[in-house]
């Protein structure tokens, strides 16, 4: 991936978080997480499903809502906002990535993530829907598919896959 440092002993360094900004509260949030050494773990439809339910399942007891989501084969992206003054993006990720990692390692016995994620904060005039809109054509942009609708493991808790789809007619 373009623009990562390699930390010591050749593993990628996490990448930064914005100075000054507490990730606290109401913000919207594009997140791209790789597994480790970007292997192609969720090849596997039960993988990419297990780890999808337990993202979303950790995210509303975060106090996040899941706009968007897409498993590819390497990695994961979401789009997630803060429901309260209180949801705390990091905390957040921290317990997903554990909760994952976790059930993942005991049946895999590897390390399911690497160190890190990459994250973009949303401005406040700037379009969820268009972003979430990008995050389910992923797929068909890497030639899995030629359609978002034909991807098993993409989709939004808030618009409905019709919704999404009708934006990118």
Known sequence: MPGLQLAPLGRVARPPRIPGFDYLGLHQYFLTICASERQKVFRSGTTATVVIEQIRHTAHESGFAVLAYCVMPDHLHLLVEGRSASADLRRFIKRAK????????????????????????????????????????????????????????????????????????
């Open 98 to 169: 554990q909760r994952t990692g976790r059930s993942y390692s005991r049946t895999a016995g590897v390390r399911l993530w690497q160190e890190g994620y990459y994250d973009r904060v949303l401005r406040r005039d700037e379009d969820a829907r268009a972003v979430a809109r990008y995050i389910v054509e992923n797929p068909v942009r890497a030639g899995l598919v030629n359609l978002p609708h034909e991807y098993p493991h993409m989709g939004s808790d808030i618009w409905s896959i019709e919704e999404l789809m009708d934006d990118l007619m």
